[in-house]
Nanobody
Framework: QVQLVESGGGLVQAGGSLTLSCAAS????????MGWYRQAPGKRRELVAQ???????NYADSVKGRFTISRENAKNTVYLQMNSLTPEDTAVYYC?????????WGPGTQVTVSS
């Protein structure tokens, strides 16, 4: 099991940047995959970015070239650097960890991008 807590959300103008952090309650070095999802009002939760224990990454097409996911095993933390934000990026962002076949989620952090 693992507990996840997100931080770093907030209000930013279009074109701006934010960095989200996800702190885990245990070592993440052997967690198969960790990632960020988001859910906008009235929409389904969608994958934003994912990083495996070997460092392989996967991004949604809508964020490729703008967002970067990284992990710092020594701090049990995963980051999401978000650049060139647009109002379409407005959503609650959730941290996710997959341990064997079980998904764990943080409570989420709100990101609002104003035009």
């Amino acid at each position: 099991q693992v507990q996840l807590v997100e931080s770093g959300g907030g209000l930013v103008q279009a074109g701006g940047s934010l960095t989200l952090s996800c702190a885990a309650s245990r070592s993440i070095s052997r967690i198969n995959a960790m990632g960020w999802y988001r859910q906008a009002p009235g929409k389904r939760r969608e994958l934003v970015a994912q990083i495996t224990s070997t460092g392989s990454t996967n991004y949604a097409d809508s964020v490729k070239g703008r967002f970067t996911i990284s992990r710092e095993n020594a701090k049990n933390t995963v980051y999401l650097q978000m650049n060139s934000l647009t109002p379409e990026d407005t959503a609650v962002y959730y941290c996710n960890a997959v341990i064997t076949i079980v998904n764990y989620w943080g409570p989420g952090t709100q990101v609002t991008v104003s035009s």
